[in-house]
C-alpha cells in the first residue's frame, strides 16, 4: 500500500489508543533517551514518551483521545507527529493498527520495547549507525554505561543454593486432585491476558530485498554448499547489504572469507568484520549513517507507471539512491568522499528527502559545468529547506525557476543559451527537463509545436537509455 500525503492519513479528528505489547520498564528511558534518541531525533522521542505516559502504571491499554489533543500535549503539527510516528515504526519501536469502518478512523497506537543494551550493541544496524553518530569516545563511553562487571569467578565464592526437591515436598494425591478441578480457574479467560513482556527483536531487513538468486548462481557448490546459506545467514546478508550497500556480486567474497571448511558453515561475525572493513576502506574509514536512502512513500506523486518521458524521470528520482545519481552522473565512477559528506549533509542536516536530493545534484552540475561544490550545493539546498521542498515534482519547478531567474539576470534567454553551449556539459547523461518546461512557458503557453515536442521526447529517451546502462 502506497502512502500519501500526511493529511491523507491522519486528521486532527481522529481517535486513538495506546495499547503497549508488554510491560515497559524505568530502565527502558535509559535505553531510549541514550541509545535510540540519537538516531530518531528528540520529536520521536517525545511522541513515545507521551503515548506511554497515557497508560496506567503496569497497565497495557490507555483511554481513547484525538489527535488534536496529542498536537496540544506536544505543540507540534500533524505533520511532524505523522513524520514521527513512520520513523518509529521503522526502527521497530511501534506497531500502528487503524480501524476505518466508521466515519472517524479509529487508531490503535502499540509501543514495542525497546532492545535490551546487549541486543543493542550486538544488533548489527544500530550499533553501527550509533557509532557513526556520536562517535568513538561517546559510544565506548555508553557501553561503559550500560555494563557491569561480571559476578565473581567460581574460585572465590562456592554455590551453596538448594534445588527445588531439597527445600519443598511433593504433592499428595488429594493435592492433586484438587489442581485439577480447579486448573480452569488458573488461566486468564479468553478476553484477557496475564500483564507481561516479550521482548523486542532486533531489525530486520525483509530477505526478498536481496537477490540470493544471482548471489547462489555466483557461488560454487564445491566452495560452500547450499545448506550452510542457512536462513540465519541469509537474515545476516540481507541487512549488511541494506547497511553497507553491497550487491549480490560483492558479498559473494565476502562469504567466502567468512566460510569455515571444518564447519561447513558461515561464521556470521567474520562476515560482519569482512563487509564492515571493505566499507571503511572505500569511504576512508567512515561508517554508514541512517538515513532514507531513497524518496519516502509519502513523498512519492508517481502513483502509476511512467509513460512519458518527464514522468519516467521522475520515478528515477523518486527511486534511486543519491548515491547511485553520483555514480550515474561519473560514469560510473566511485564519487569522492568529500561529494558524499555533502550528500549526507543534505540529507540529515538540511533534512532534504533523497527525491529532492536527486534532484538538486542534476540542477547543481548543470549550473556550474559538471563541479559539485560544497558552498554551492549546501546554498541550494538551505534555500530548498526554508522552501520546504518535499517532492520531486516540487523540486523540478523550483530548479526550472532559478534556471529562468539566472538567465534573466545574465542578459535573457539568448545569452543563457549561448553561454549553455559555451560549456562542455555531458548533454547524454543531463536531465533536458529544464529546456523542456521552458520552452511550454516562453515559445506557447497554451500549445506546443508537434515536431518540438517530438524532438524533445526522443532526446530524452536517450537519457534514459543512458541511465539504463
Not at 400 to 406: A, F, H, M
Request: proline share 4%; with cysteine.
Amino acid at each position: 500500500m502506497r502512502v500519501g500525503q500526511h493529511w491523507q492519513e491522519l486528521v486532527p479528528i481522529d481517535r486513538y489508543m495506546v495499547h503497549a505489547s508488554g510491560l515497559l520498564y524505568e530502565y527502558d528511558r535509559k535505553v531510549l533517551t541514550f541509545l535510540y534518541q540519537p538516531l530518531i531525533g528528540p520529536v520521536c522521542l517525545s511522541l513515545y514518551m507521551t503515548l506511554w505516559a497515557e497508560l496506567e502504571e503496569n497497565r497495557l491499554w490507555s483511554e481513547s483521545s484525538s489527535h488534536h489533543i496529542l498536537m496540544n500535549l506536544l505543540g507540534l503539527n500533524l505533520k511532524d507527529i505523522y513524520e514521527a510516528r513512520l520513523k518509529l515504526e521503522g526502527i521497530g519501536l511501534l506497531k500502528t493498527l487503524v480501524n476505518e469502518e466508521d466515519e472517524i478512523r479509529s487508531f490503535v497506537y502499540e509501543l514495542q520495547p525497546p532492545l535490551t543494551p546487549e541486543q543493542f550493541f550486538l544488533d548489527g544496524m544500530l550499533n553501527i549507525y550509533l557509532y557513526r553518530k556520536i562517535g568513538k569516545n561517546h559510544f565506548f563511553r555508553l557501553k561503559r554505561f550500560f555494563s557491569e562487571r561480571k559476578n565473581p569467578t567460581d574460585k572465590e565464592y562456592r554455590d551453596v543454593t538448594r534445588a527445588f526437591q531439597d527445600v519443598y515436598s511433593s504433592a499428595t494425591p488429594k493435592t492433586l486432585k484438587y489442581l485439577q478441578d480447579v486448573s480452569s480457574d488458573l488461566k486468564a479467560d479468553d478476553k484477557n491476558n496475564f500483564i507481561g513482556r516479550n521482548e523486542q527483536s532486533g531489525i530486520q531487513i525483509d530477505v526478498r530485498q536481496f537477490d540470493f538468486d544471482l548471489l547462489m548462481a555466483g557461488l560454487n557448490e564445491s566452495l560452500i554448499p547450499q545448506k550452510a546459506i542457512n536462513q540465519k545467514v541469509k537474515e545476516a546478508i540481507s541487512n549488511l547489504a541494506f547497511l553497507y550497500d553491497i550487491d549480490a556480486i560483492q558479498m559473494k567474497k565476502f562469504l567466502l572469507d567468512a566460510f569455515n571448511p571444518n564447519s561447513d558453515e558461515i561464521d556470521i561475525e567474520e562476515l560482519r568484520k569482512a563487509a564492515r572493513d571493505w566499507y571503511q576502506f572505500v569511504n576512508y574509514d567512515e561508517l554508514p549513517s541512517l538515513i532514507e536512502r531513497t524518496q519516502p512513500l509519502k513523498y512519492q506523486v508517481q502513483q502509476q507507471e511512467p509513460k512519458t518521458p518527464k514522468e519516467k524521470m521522475i520515478r528515477y528520482y523518486e527511486t534511486t539512491s543519491p548515491l547511485k545519481v553520483l555514480v550515474d552522473r561519473s560514469n560510473g565512477a566511485e564519487p569522492a568522499a568529500s561529494d558524499l559528506k555533502v550528500i549526507e549533509s543534505l540529507m540529515i542536516n538540511q533534512q532534504l528527502p533523497p527525491g529532492v536530493v536527486n534532484v538538486l545534484i542534476d540542477f547543481v552540475l548543470l549550473q556550474t559545468d559538471m563541479k559539485f561544490t560544497k558552498n554551492y550545493v549546501e546554498k541550494i539546498g538551505s534555500q530548498w529547506t526554508r522552501k520546504n521542498v518535499k517532492t520531486v515534482i516540487e523540486a523540478m519547478d523550483l530548479a526550472i525557476k532559478e534556471n529562468e531567474s539566472k538567465a534573466s539576470s545574465s542578459g535573457g534567454d539568448k545569452n543563457r543559451q549561448k553561454s549553455f553551449k559555451q560549456k562542455p556539459i555531458r548533454t547524454e547523461i543531463l536531465p533536458d527537463w529544464f529546456d523542456e518546461e521552458q520552452q511550454k512557458r516562453t515559445e506557447n503557453p497554451h500549445k506546443e509545436k508537434e515536431a518540438d515536442v517530438e524532438a524533445k521526447k526522443q532526446e530524452i529517451e536517450e537519457i534514459l537509455k543512458e541511465f539504463k546502462k
